[in-house]
């Protein structure tokens, strides 16, 4: 076809020269075999002969065929050669192709040499640039252009304002986007159907869904673009009512909703965690007879993998297959995400083989895959593979596959390995995130390793990360969990904005501490500020009165909690309220409110009846409880095996403490040895009873020595 296309051209060109010719045949047969060599093709000399207009359009179709930025280059040379540069549209067809390659600055340059008299009058070539900027992510130049435009008198048209508008849209700022919106209206755009369907989307975006229902409703006349923007909007801002509303409208209007428009009704449910009614319209969908897209099985997908319904996930896996959409790379993204989260490693490993070609976020979907189901170690190996991925540049760890793997080593309490991969992490140039810094805060508030935790907050306020909620919520529970009162407060305070994390992690903090009257008025703030509690919050207050032997506040607080706040008492609950009452030696009372449980109390409520029946060595109580305890709830802690066997040591009764142990080790179960640990020059150090195997330990016993015999 190109040979043909040349050919054609060469019968109109009757006043070529001879050179001319011989370079054209060359041309030709160069971009009929390879697209390349071009250097010894471009041989026109500046002497020529043929028509002004048959120049333009031989290097207008040069230009098209360009598959490299040198053979651009080349033809740009040989058009200022020519003196074709003087032409408008080529100036313009340049700095497109320019754009095309990501070379900005030579579109910037082609556009900057061209003579500002007759680039005034030239609409394309404004319009050129101004896109190429937008194209590249360059939206504050393609607004100063703008700027410029109005400055040399050239008026925008229909083509200027929907590039305009994206460009402020990507920038963020409401005032300019109206200030473009009052150009619109001045300009008489009004009614043009693709600049108004951009300021929509652009409303949209901004979240001012009430602008961009003002300005639908203005509209004259609507496409499917118009409609569907509205319910995209909608779903954008989690506004699934806006969504339906629109979608019945639309409906009355006489538009059938097609396939975009669903899938922008399943994502407004999705978004808004509605679950269920997004997979009953999904249904709905499918009872119409319109065919599943794959961006709308991806929505699906997504909301399997949240409700963890892993067998309507393979349903939809299914339709993938049916549809023929399994070479969709974000389709298969989105099964590797939701067998993932269904924690069913096998097929989530099975449909990442499976993938011919594989993005980053392929990787990460895997590794979380992994971490996520607890299998650190698997996810680690899977990221030094992606490491390992030579020839794959494009493919490298981000800060989602770090964040993956070290928040899985902490959610293991694998403290260590997570504090080691981080810092790997910061000898790259991957630079951390929030949900980085949150995982590692929470492995120094779990290591009590406070001075790991003072350096973490350095880098936060470096990389001016101390305004994010969920940033200052993790340096809340590193404090306050590490004893630093002063610090967690400062913090707490100093937030811009609090959410019930805030709050929780406050009353937490001081919980743990013992510091229960604390934790009471920071409750009472809560309530006072208009928020309203939820079960973390009455678990956190209730442990901090049950720690501090707060008994009237929390039987008051756990009363107020259906009859108040509308929260049933869950096991946790109850098992905070056994706690407190048995702490405080009211075993009986304890004992009844575990009797009188809405549901079958688990090991967790009794083995805080039993350590209770332990301090205070009560024999009746505890036969009760050990009854429930191995009769009923199947084990597989020895915690309460321990407990019970020191319970009858303490008592005297040496043959029942060794058939619990007896019995214990029967089953198979070992008790894990106490460890504590300290932070030695950014190491931390455990210790264990028994173990002589940590390094310089015949050091930390010569200290005890001596402090032994201080205290003698």
């Given amino acids: 076809m190109l040979k043909s296309s040349a050919q054609r051209f060469l019968s109109t060109s009757l006043s070529f020269t001879q050179s001319h010719f011989r370079f054209l045949s060359i041309f030709t047969r160069s971009f009929s075999v390879a697209h390349h060599n071009i250097q010894s ?39 200022f050669l020519t003196g074709g540069n003087s032409s408008g549209f080529l100036a313009a067809r340049l700095v497109s192709v320019y754009s095309r390659f990501g070379l900005v600055e030579d579109s910037q340059k082609v556009f900057d040499n061209f003579p500002v008299e007759t680039s005034s009058k030239n609409m394309l070539l404004w319009n050129s640039i101004v896109r190429a900027n937008v194209s590249n992510g360059f939206y504050i130049e393609a607004v ?31 005032f300019l986007c109206k200030r473009i919106h009052c150009r619109v209206l001045q300009m ?25 229902s003002h300005v639908f409703d203005g509209m004259s006349i609507r496409s499917y673009v118009s409609w569907n923007t509205m319910i995209s909007g909608y779903a954008f801002n989690h506004d699934y009512g806006g969504a339906t509303k629109m979608f019945h409208r639309m409906e009355l209007e006489g538009f059938q909703p097609n396939s975009v428009t669903w899938t922008s009704l399943l994502s407004s449910h999705a978004r808004c965690g509605k679950h269920e009614e997004t997979m009953e319209l999904f249904g709905l969908m499918r009872l119409r007879g319109l065919g599943a897209t794959a961006e709308a099985l991806a929505v699906v997908l997504s909301v399997c993998a949240d409700l963890a319904e892993v067998n309507k996930g393979k349903m939809i896996h299914a339709y993938v297959i049916k549809g023929g959409f399994e070479h969709y790379l974000f389709a298969k993204n989105a099964l590797i995400c939701m067998y993932g989260k269904c924690r069913d490693v096998e097929h989530a490993q099975k449909s990442f083989l499976e993938m011919k070609t594989k993005n980053i976020v392929s990787w990460n979907a895997l590794i979380s895959s992994y971490a996520e189901s607890g299998l650190c170690d698997e996810a680690y190996e899977i990221f030094i593979q992606l490491e390992k991925s030579n020839g794959y540049p494009q493919v490298r760890p981000n800060i989602i596959s770090w964040s993956a793997v070290i928040g899985g080593f902490a959610s293991k309490g ?26 590692i805060l929470s492995v120094c508030a779990e290591l009590a390793a406070l001075n790991l935790g003072r350096e973490i907050h350095g880098n936060v306020i470096r990389a ?43 009353i937490t903090g ?3 501490q013992g510091i229960g009257q604390n934790a009471l008025r920071v409750f009472d703030q809560m309530i006072n500020s208009g928020f309203k509690p939820d079960n973390v919050t009455f678990v956190a207050i209730l442990s901090a009165c049950s720690h501090a032997g707060l008994i009237d506040e ?31 030696g009211l075993l009986q009372e304890a004992n009844n409110i575990i009797k009188n449980m809405p549901m079958k109390p688990n090991a967790c409520v009794w083995s805080a009846l039993l350590n209770s029946c332990r301090m205070y060595k009560n024999t009746c109580v505890t036969e009760e409880t050990t009854e429930h305890i191995f009769h009923q709830i199947n084990l597989e802690s020895t915690g309460s095996y321990m407990l019970l066997s020191n319970i009858y040591a303490a008592s005297g009764k040496w043959e029942e403490s060794a058939k619990v142990r007896i019995s214990a080790k029967t089953k198979g179960l070992k008790k894990i040895p106490g460890q504590s640990w300290i932070e030695v020059n950014k190491k931390v150090y455990m210790f264990s009873a ?21 205290m003698e």
């Fill in 41 to 79: 093709s471009l041989q026109l000399q500046p002497s020529y002969n043929g028509t002004h207009n048959e120049l333009i359009d031989f290097f207008d179709y040069l230009l098209g065929q360009c598959v490299t930025t040198q053979q651009c280059k080349q033809v740009h040379g040989q058009v």
């Fill in 144 to 174: 100063e252009l703008y700027d410029k435009m109005l400055k040399f008198g050239v008026w925008a048209d229909g083509f200027t304002f929907p590039l305009v508008i994206r460009a402020c849209t990507f920038i963020g700022d409401l």
């Fill in 188 to 212: 008489g755009f009004k009614n043009n159907l693709h600049v108004v369907n951009e300021m929509l989307g652009m409303y949209g975006k901004l979240g001012q869904m009430k602008d961009a």
């Fill in 414 to 439: 694998r403290g260590e390995e997570s504090l080691e991969l981080f810092r790997r992490m910061q000898l790259t140039t991957v630079r951390a995130n929030s949900v980085t810094i949150c995982s």
């Fill in 464 to 506: 001016m990360m101390d305004d994010n909620i969920l940033v200052g919520n993790g340096l809340i529970n590193m404090y306050t969990k590490c004893g630093s009162f002063k610090d967690g407060q400062l913090i707490f305070e100093n937030l811009d904005t609090k959410d019930l994390i805030s709050w929780n992690s406050m």
């Fill in 510 to 512: 001081y919980g743990i």
């Fill in 554 to 584: 929390g039987r008051s607080l756990f009363n107020q909690m259906s009859k108040v706040y509308g929260i049933e008492p869950q096991m946790e609950h109850y098992s905070c309220m056994v706690d407190l009452l048995g702490r405080a």
């Fill in 690 to 710: 028994g173990n002589a195997g940590q390094a310089n330990l015949e050091l930390v016993y010569g200290v005890l020595h001596v402090l032994a015999l201080h």
